[in-house]
């Protein structure tokens, strides 16, 4: 039985094994460098501040005593996990029973005085956020970038849209001065 030689492999087929390696781990390395250092994130843009032109809807109740004692009673900041969302002005003409807060990439507006929502049924889930109960309204978006909660259990209803990644401070916030300013009422599903 003759001995095995084993002989090195030349140097045009160790360059052509290493050299793809090395080319895979220095595109690692600069991948992960500039995923740590967010190079190639979008920046947020920061919240529009100006005055907010509120499209007209029908609110038979925005101007009647119970929205008109909520819309007094609301804060000028609301928080947020970035901080306080200040008041933003609407544009003129100014519609009743609106309030709105500036946020990214949508700011927060409080409609009062709506008609009940269709949505709502005896079927209908609802959240209850601090004495508070609301029916989350989806726009079937694949990647929505708001969200709008409907309060049920006021004498009037109150909407609430607001940036999907706001947190739960804004409707926590407002839930307490809603539960402060108008009385509980039952949920009227037809």
Do not use: F
Request: charged fraction near 15%.
């Amino acid at each position: 039985m003759a001995p095995t030689v084993r002989s090195r492999p030349s140097l045009p087929v160790v360059i052509a094994i290493a050299l793809p390696l090395l080319l895979a781990v220095a595109v690692a390395a600069i991948s992960i460098t500039a995923r740590v250092r967010g190079v190639g994130e979008p920046t947020p843009a920061p919240p529009q501040t100006g005055p907010l032109a509120v499209v007209p809807v029908d609110a038979p109740d925005a101007a009647g005593p119970d929205c008109t004692k909520l819309l007094a009673a609301l804060p000028a900041g609301l928080s947020s996990g970035d901080g306080t969302l200040p008041t933003r002005p609407q544009a003129e003409p100014a519609q009743p029973g609106v309030h709105a807060w500036a946020a990214a990439p949508q700011p927060v507006v409080l409609r009062c005085g709506l008609p009940r929502p269709s949505e709502l049924n005896p079927a209908s889930a609802l959240l209850e956020i601090n004495g508070v109960r609301w029916l989350q309204l989806s726009d079937d978006a694949p990647n929505p970038e708001v969200v709008t909660y409907v309060a049920v259990d006021r004498p009037v209803y109150v909407v609430v849209t607001e940036p999907v990644d706001s947190g739960s401070g804004p409707l926590q916030q407002l839930s307490d001065v809603i539960r402060a300013e108008l009385p509980a009422a039952p949920v009227r599903v037809r």
